[in-house]
């Protein structure tokens, strides 16, 4: 191994802090791994009411820092915790913006003052740093919410020494969040008017975080080759490929990995019963364990389809629901667990209702379920519009659960379709957004469900893929080290 980096990793949200999705699993185990090839690695994220002090054994650090805000001085506080691994994490505290109930909004809402919020989140990393004496090599800021950080050390930070040799990593996690808000923005954020033209955090007459971000960065990632391919196009960039084009040389796609001391069958203290791919009893007392949840006993040997999942446009719910009567018809089970857009919601309540012993819905937000369902069905779906990477066609993988995702993005990029003829494969694919083609992948998959010896044989092959971080991770360090050589 090279030198060892000093990596400030900067995100609006970190397992098992605080979650709400994909980026806080992602930054949590990029950190450990990083940590674990010997980077000093150091995290930041806002203290929610989630990040529980008692919970986590959070301590207070004598550090008092007063952060310019439109004409204020906001007081933030700091906290200290720490990863499993013993990586330190850092926590900006202010009881006004972030001891909320949720992290980004309340129901369909989002909160009116998230730019003043994040605003507050990105100059106090940089100030936070410089008290702790914690000199950065890298700063890799992820998503819209750590937008500014590029920018302020490009612009009010440009002559400070502290952070000369610092070079910025933006990673985009799903560019359809973009953190885009009025144009007087530019003011609350105390920026200087370059900044706001069209080249820069312009985007029509709004001020963008994501773009500013896009254009002040030195490197950009996405968390998958084929996302980091697709939004170079007007059908997957949000408005934002013409920028990326632009910055298309300094684009990496990077496969996420996940943590398998988390979402590993063989010791996840979260389910029914453990087991591995030498031994699948506990994989039947799992599906017992779920089966349990619904209303009817009948049909369990039918195959159990699920979806842990955001309810939102992005997932293709819709697309679920329009396919579920039919499928729900021929006896199989499903369960979604999800929170998120009260339309869908309301249309999977109502399937509920018809087809009480069939189909069973989860509307909370819950890690311990979240594994539970993975583990104890056969299938799981992910019919993405679109999907920067995603995570639990990979831990479906990892317990035997098949996933069945539309070949977008990192769906595309870590199933690879089954063979029922040479017995290769992880799981089915789809490539229109259509009902039809969804129907054809579920058939597939259902198929192959009633043949014992393939779908012992598809199980294995996705237990036994190898989604670690051991690879990914080092890409992400030869990229932070090209950058500081550069
Ligand atoms: P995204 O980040 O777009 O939401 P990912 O597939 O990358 O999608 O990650 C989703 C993560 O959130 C997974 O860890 C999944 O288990 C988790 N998750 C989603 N919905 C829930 C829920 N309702 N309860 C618990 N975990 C959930
Ligand atoms: C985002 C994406 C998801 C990805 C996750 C972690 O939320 O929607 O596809 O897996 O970030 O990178």
Redesign the pocket.
């Known amino acids: 191994m090279g030198k060892p980096l000093k990596i400030l990793l900067v995100s609006p949200e970190i397992q098992p802090f605080a979650k709400t999705?994909?980026?806080a699993?992602?930054c949590a185990s990029l950190a450990k791994s990083l940590h674990s090839l010997g980077h000093d690695v150091r995290l930041f994220m806002p203290k929610y009411k989630q990040a529980d002090e008692k919970k986590f054994s959070l301590q207070s650090l004598p550090v008092k820092l007063s952060i310019p805000v439109g004409e204020k001085n906001i007081a933030g506080e700091i906290f200290s915790g720490k990863l499993e691994d013993g990586a330190p994490v850092y926590f900006l505290g202010n009881d006004f913006y972030f001891n909320r109930n949720s992290l980004y909004g309340d129901e369909d809402e989002v909160f009116t003052d998230n730019a003043e919020r994040f605003i507050f989140f990105c100059r106090a990393v940089l100030e936070f740093c410089k008290s702790l004496a914690f000199q950065p090599d890298v700063v890799h800021c992820?998503?819209w919410q750590c937008g500014l950080i590029p920018v302020y050390l490009k612009t009010l930070y440009s002559h400070d020494a502290f952070y000369k040799s610092a070079r910025t990593v933006f990673?985009i996690?799903?560019l359809?969040?973009q953190g885009n808000f009025k144009a007087e923005t530019l003011d609350i954020a105390r920026l200087p008017e370059e900044v706001f033209t069209p080249e820069k955090a312009e985007y029509y007459g709004e001020f963008s975080f994501l773009k500013a971000a896009l254009v002040y960065s030195d490197s950009l990632t996405t968390?998958?080759p084929s996302?980091s391919k697709e939004i170079l196009t007007k059908e997957y960039g949000f408005g934002m490929e013409g920028v990326l084009k632009k910055r298309e040389n300094d684009l990496h796609g990077i496969l996420?990995g996940v943590d398998y001391l988390e979402w590993s069958p063989e010791k996840d203290p979260l389910i029914a019963k453990t087991y591995e791919p030498s031994d699948l009893d506990g994989k039947e007392a799992c599906r017992s364990a779920l089966l349990k949840r619904f209303s009817s006993t009948s049909g369990n040997k039918q195959p159990v389809l699920c979806m842990v999942s955001?309810l939102s446009y992005?997932k293709g719910v819709d697309l679920v629901i329009e396919a579920l009567p039919s499928l729900l018809k021929t006896g199989l089970k499903f369960v979604v667990l999800g929170i998120g857009e009260h339309r869908y919601e309301n249309e999977l309540q109502k399937l509920s209702v018809r087809y009480p012993g069939n189909c069973l819905c989860l509307f909370k937000f819950d890690e311990r379920l979240a594994h539970e369902i993975i583990a104890g069905s056969d299938m799981i779906l992910i019919p993405?519009r679109?999907?920067?990477?995603?995570?639990t066609q990979i831990y479906g993988m990892k317990y035997g659960t098949i996933p069945i995702g539309r070949a977008v993005?990192?769906l595309k990029d870590s199933i690879e379709e089954f063979d029922l003829k040479t017995g290769q494969g992880t799981g089915f694919k789809f490539d229109a957004f259509d009902l039809d083609a969804f129907l054809a992948a579920i058939k597939r998959a259902l198929s192959a469900f009633k043949n014992q010896k393939s779908w012992n044989r598809l199980t294995l092959n996705g237990m036994q893929r190898d989604f670690s971080w051991n690879q990914s991770a080092l890409a992400y360090v030869r990229l932070y080290e090209n950058l500081l050589n550069k």
């Not at 679109?386 to 995570?391: A, N, S």
């Open positions: 999705g994909g980026l699993d992602m992820n998503e990673s996690h799903n359809g969040y968390v998958s996302y996420n955001r992005q993405s679109y999907e920067p990477c995603g995570l993005g990192g």
